[in-house]
């Protein structure tokens, strides 16, 4: 067996944690953190890319610039569906080598593709498909990681993963601007191209947008090769993960984290063109970082607030939190001639962005206990083996869960951009598809009450 495979894990038991399993897991979980940080910069590249675009030549519609934003979602999203099994198969240091090396297509194809006002659209939109692949990362880390850590502090281990993960999404919306106005690469890095608005010129090299992350992709590939584990207990065929399509509380949990994860992602990622089209003398590039980097951080908070309080009590009033916020969006905008509010717009936002951050912290929280109470409760009266094997069968459905409701959760980095995109063009405004969005978080509101919240809920987390 290699070096690097783990054939005992038992973090449930106080000796081995304090022995050494907590420093091999604080080990994994460190080094998840930037693999599954710059899969997020790869993955929402192109919301800040596309704003640039049309000001270097190419001739590019909006609805056309939405869907560049919003492709990256829909094949990340379909890619989770996938990940989510990858790890008990191939082992999780293996995969997030594989997975991590990957982002290098499409950062190196976006930087030669950028310096050529004649690529055609049909190869951006493959670039933007292909960058997918840092989307589909999410469900792979958060499913390794969450074997690695016991019952009592997988709300922590998950939030710190995610949320520092997430904080690619605001790294990519605060370094790109940066970069793109200096030549950080020298001749090896081409041309500048010339950036033109309202008469005003300069400078620009776009091609960084996709450079920047090379090197600290490689050096991050080369570090979980070296420095992670594969724990032999999780390995699992994909039968064997399979029997998640069976569990209810599977797809419910798919429902719920769309509300929370898909809301921050699909945010994040239709955020600095929202902007730009309802306030047009604003510079998007100035405020669409501060939305991610808010959601991000209010993760890391909610993983511990959910572990203290309960998953399903902080996801419910983070969904009340969200109406509340998206209510006073739709307050500040342009409407009927009349220009709207930007800095309450921002703000409303930015308390929106804050809600998702929690919620997706709290829905994953709920996860794990949910299939260890639903494995233990089939196990009672069965003896001591069948209670042992109830924990690990938990492990293994828990973290399929993981992985598969964020796939379906991520369609949300797709829908967002294209909803604001298709009431803009039928509507003349957002407002239609922000008014949905409320909709949809009164649904959570009582799927969480109703199994999971309530007194005598079916589940309660």
């Not at 659209?121 to 958060?142: D, E, K, R, T």
């Not at 993960?165 to 500048?192: R, Y």
């Not at 769309?258 to 089209?277: D, H, V």
Request: aromatic share 16%.
């Amino acid at each position: 067996m290699s070096k690097y495979v783990i054939a005992t894990w038992e973090p449930e038991l106080p000796a081995f944690w304090q022995s050494s399993g907590k420093s091999t897991a604080n080990r994994n979980l460190w080094i998840s953190i930037p693999a599954l940080l710059f899969a997020f910069a790869v993955w929402m590249v192109w919301s800040v890319v596309v704003v640039n675009l049309p000001n270097i030549g190419f001739k590019y519609s909006t609805n056309q610039l939405f869907w560049l934003t919003a492709l990256p979602g829909l094949s990340g999203a379909t890619l989770r569906i996938f990940y989510s099994f990858m790890v008990p198969i191939f082992g999780g240091r293996k995969w997030t080598t594989i997975s991590t090396a990957s982002l290098l297509i499409p950062a190196i194809g976006i930087g030669f593709a950028v310096q050529d006002v004649n690529t055609s659209y049909p190869v951006m939109l493959i670039l933007a498909l292909l960058c997918g692949f840092g989307g589909g990362n999410f469900a792979s880390s958060m499913a390794n990681i969450s074997f690695f850590y016991p019952k009592a502090q997988k709300g922590y281990a998950l939030g710190m993963n995610a949320g520092l993960g997430n904080l690619g999404v605001s790294a990519v919306q605060f370094v790109v601007p940066l970069v793109i106005t200096a030549g950080v690469f020298g001749a090896f890095g081409g041309e500048a191209q010339q950036w033109v608005k309202g008469g005003e010129s300069k400078a620009m090299w776009l091609q960084n947008a996709g450079f920047i992350w090379v090197p600290f992709i490689a050096l991050t590939a080369l570090a979980s090769w070296f420095g992670m584990n594969d724990l032999a207990s999780a390995k699992a065929s994909f039968s064997e993960q399979a029997v998640i399509f069976k569990r209810k509380h599977n797809w419910l949990m798919c429902w719920l984290y769309t509300g929370t994860f898909g809301s921050f992602i699909g945010y994040s990622a239709g955020f600095p063109l929202l902007i730009k089209t309802q306030f047009p003398d604003v510079n998007p590039l100035d405020y669409a970082f501060l939305g991610p980097l808010v959601g991000a951080l209010a993760r890391v908070v909610g993983g511990i607030v959910a572990d203290k309080l309960g998953g399903a009590r902080v996801t419910l009033w983070t969904f009340v939190l969200m109406i509340a916020a998206v209510y006073g969006v739709i307050h500040f905008l342009p409407h009927g001639g009349v220009a709207g509010n930007f800095t309450g717009f921002f703000w409303m936002f930015m308390l929106l962005f804050a809600g998702t951050g929690v919620g997706n912290a709290s829905t994953f929280r709920m996860i794990p206990v949910i299939f260890l109470t639903e494995r233990q409760r089939a196990a009672e009266g069965k003896g001591h083996a069948a209670k042992e094997q109830a924990i690990v069968d938990a492990n293994k459905e828990g973290a399929a869960v993981l992985g598969f409701t964020s796939a379906v959760a991520a369609y949300g980095a797709f829908f967002i951009p294209k909803c604001y995109g298709t009431s803009i063009a039928m509507t003349g405004g957002p407002d239609a598809a922000l008014w949905s969005f409320i909709g949809f978080y009164v649904s959570c509101i009582l799927v969480t009450w109703w199994y999971y919240a309530r007194r005598n809920a079916d589940m309660p987390c």
